[in-house]
DNA sequence: ATATATTTGCAACAATATTGCATTAATAAA
DNA sequence: TTTATTAATGCAATATTGTTGCAAATATAT
């Protein structure tokens, strides 16, 4: 089996997603890291992480792509089924590991993956706004 | 106010969606217009026909992006919270309206817009792997 | 220290989306 | 119907995001 090695930039981007709270593109880690590795090598080390149940990807209304480090420890089948919450204002996307939708399929689909994402305003921004 | 105007462009648009029982990509409606109008004109009448609420957009996490006409009437506050399927095998995304999922928010977050995308193989695809 | 296979950098490429501006065409007003 | 107004379009240029091939570098096991 191919083994997956650890490397200067691999652990680089692992201290971001730990220092974050929020989830990141792959634009704003490479902001922090162009001194340490190519914009190529990111997107590499993303797709292993994802590979390896470290890393999720999310997928923005917008069309915008991001990454989170997952919290909930390795169960013996991984799903991300919790829900995402993009700012309208502030643009973070943030993982809610507590919030999982339940609703009931049609007969005939087979479901992999969820992805649930809720825009709107954080509580950041709403409060910054009175 | 800036008023939306009916063109042949548009309405060629719109007769596209009416046809397709799926969701399509900018690239998918081009296919069929391209020699009613521009690449550029397209992105245009999307974004327009978002604005009236007549057209929604769905993000994969491939990266896609797909839009649909929404089915549903126009109620007096337009919500698209229905989910959608993308199937992994033919990468077709179809709406579906009648399933909506219920779940519970932390407080202090204002939810504006839903997007709750579930994917793995659609019917068609199950049934023609038999 | 050496062997081996993974990881990286770089450059090139591909796909998707956006912008500015002159021209065209839809709609309202005369 | 003709004219005036302004939304919509075409086109070319530019931006953004993601992918690929290949030689060189580096992590890990022996
Ligand atoms: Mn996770
Ligand atoms: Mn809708
Ligand atoms: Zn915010
Ligand atoms: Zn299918």
Redesign the pocket.
């Known amino acids: ?10 652990t680089a981007v692992l201290e971001i997603f730990e220092k974050s709270t929020t989830a990141l ?3 704003e880690i490479y902001k922090e890291l162009h001194d ?10 993303l ?2 992480l994802i590979n390896d149940d470290i890393v999720h990807k999310i997928s923005n209304l ?4 991001k990454y989170a480090k997952c919290n909930h420890s390795h169960q013996k089948v991984h799903i991300h089924n919790h829900a995402h919450f993009s700012c309208e204002n502030c643009n973070e996307i943030t993982c809610l590991e507590n919030v999982k939708p339940s609703y009931i399929m049609p007969h005939n689909y087979k479901v992999n993956e969820i992805n649930f994402t809720l825009s709107g305003i954080c509580p950041k921004c709403l409060n910054s706004n009175i």
């Open positions: 089996m191919k083994t997956t090695r650890n490397t200067t930039a691999k593109s792959h634009t340490v590795c190519d914009r190529v090598t990111i997107y590499r080390i797709d292993r917008d069309g915008t792509v």
